[in-house]
């Protein structure tokens, strides 16, 4: 529990200092040691031994307009966490799409792109005090055309709009057929998949009991901005005096 609760606090301190300002969007985290637990009002995230669906590492959608996830115990479980809180948080019922060009050659017509924030850089993670976390897509990833100096993904590991990543993945319905497609990087190349009209493979799932919980994301609002940078600069200064503090007692 100890190890989920530490995990949890720096997902909470990515939520906040990292995914709000980005997408204005904001949650509390909180861990139980089962679902029972938790406020009828937040979303569970469970660790299991199996999410039910075969291949997947990982799963988030909604039932009875609640959002859940799933993930499966694995040695990168915490990025996972991240990965499927992100998610959950800017994409709750798993249905928000944004039009833009297709990426597929021939295709002329608009296309609606599944907003999945972590997907396209799917294994791509960098740290919060010693904890992995999930590497997240900018809004403008979704926009042709945009420009923006940092990149396109909260690591920068993004250079360009709707771009994959090795290991990543990107889904989209085509209004015109009714069929969802996937781009998938999981061999040596990028490669395109027809998901069918009735997707059998439902394009929000990761390839491949203790829980944590987030409340229903909140909007931030301007005053918020100034308590999380305020949040922000004394987190850093503790944990940059924690890390002086550890180069002391190797070294001194």
Known sequence: MAELKRAASAIQFQVERDLAPIWMVVATLRVFSSIGEAPADFWPVSLVKDVGTPGALSIHAAEHGIPYAKIMLTDDWTQTVSHEILEMLTNPQGDRMVSASSIRRGVRHKVQYLIQVCDACALISYAIDGIKVADFCRPEFYQPGASVKTGFSFTGAIKKPLQIL??????????????????????????????????????????????????????????????????????DIRYWRAEISKLIEEFG
């Open 166 to 235: 090795e290991g990543g993945y990107l889904a989209w319905h085509d209004p015109k057929t009714s069929h969802w497609w996937q781009m998938r990087w999981f061999d040596k190349k990028p490669t395109f998949q027809d998901l069918g009209a009735a997707a059998d493979e439902d394009p929000r799932h990761r390839r491949g009991d203790s829980s944590v919980a987030a409340s229903a994301p909140r909007e931030v609002t301007g005053q918020q901005r100034v308590v999380q940078a305020q949040v922000q600069a004394v987190r």
